[in-house]
């Protein structure tokens, strides 16, 4: 168990520019999660997979943000045009098929972006 | 809706003393309640969990909560305080569905 992965680390662009983001969740985790955390807060909900459906997105998620998981596996996060108000934390978080009650959720490392 | 409130957005306290975040929550039923600890470059590591049964949670790093349902609160505890636990905190609920919620953080400063 390698934890969930995320890449890259920290990204600069400059505003306008698009970006993606990639997440690895843990091998045989079908639930996939983004949040975003923005300096001074607690993660927000992006939006939800399970396997490669997406069932929920957040209104946070504007129209410039896309979120992918084509084979059920790892998940692309890209955001077009970005704006300075989109310089946060991305994070990523996976957990395995429903028979924990907790619905315990194991984070990566998260994707620093900031957009100049 | 669900929310999580940590009153305090900054709290320094001495190694070797008690320490205790404050974590408030609105929600009707019993909610499932959470600690993560997150470092500077780490991802969100959860200390404890909470749904059901004794109030009085045990976590990893000596880390303890309990829920009090009359207070609306699931505070985090540690007897003694180490350098090392300098880091930001965050509460979090959930209905039992995917999605988290979590309050706005704590973040401690451990003098030596």
């Known amino acids: 168990d390698t934890g969930v992965s995320q890449n890259p680390r920290h990204k600069i662009t400059k505003r306008g520019q698009n970006v993606t983001f990639r997440c690895d969740p843990i091998s045989e985790h079908n639930r996939l999660y983004w949040y975003r955390q923005t300096l001074g807060q607690g993660p927000e909900f992006l939006t939800y997979f399970q396997n490669e459906a997406q069932l929920e997105k957040s209104r946070l998620l504007s129209d410039r943000f896309s979120a992918e998981r084509p084979k059920g596996s790892f998940s692309t996060l890209e955001i077009q045009r970005t704006e300075q108000g989109d310089s946060a934390m991305y994070l990523c978080a996976s957990n395995p098929p429903t028979g924990d009650p907790y619905n315990e959720q194991f984070f990566g490392p998260g994707t620093r972006l900031t957009v100049l | 809706a669900q929310s999580v409130t940590q009153p305090d957005i900054h709290i320094t306290v001495s190694e070797g003393a008690s320490l205790e975040l404050r974590c408030n929550y609105s929600?009707?039923?019993?909610?499932?309640l959470f600690w993560y600890v997150q470092s500077p470059g780490q991802g969100l590591q959860l200390l404890l969990k909470y749904f059901s049964g004794d109030t009085l949670v045990q976590g990893i790093k000596g880390f303890e909560a309990e829920f009090k349902r009359s207070q609306s609160s699931f505070n985090l505890r540690k007897p003694s305080v180490h350098w090392s636990d300098a880091a930001e905190y965050f509460c979090?609920?959930?209905?039992?569905?995917?999605?988290?919620?979590f309050g706005t953080g704590t973040r401690l400063k451990v003098l030596a």
């Open positions: 979090a609920t959930t209905s039992g569905t995917y999605k988290y919620i």
């Open positions: 929600y009707g039923a019993t909610p499932y």
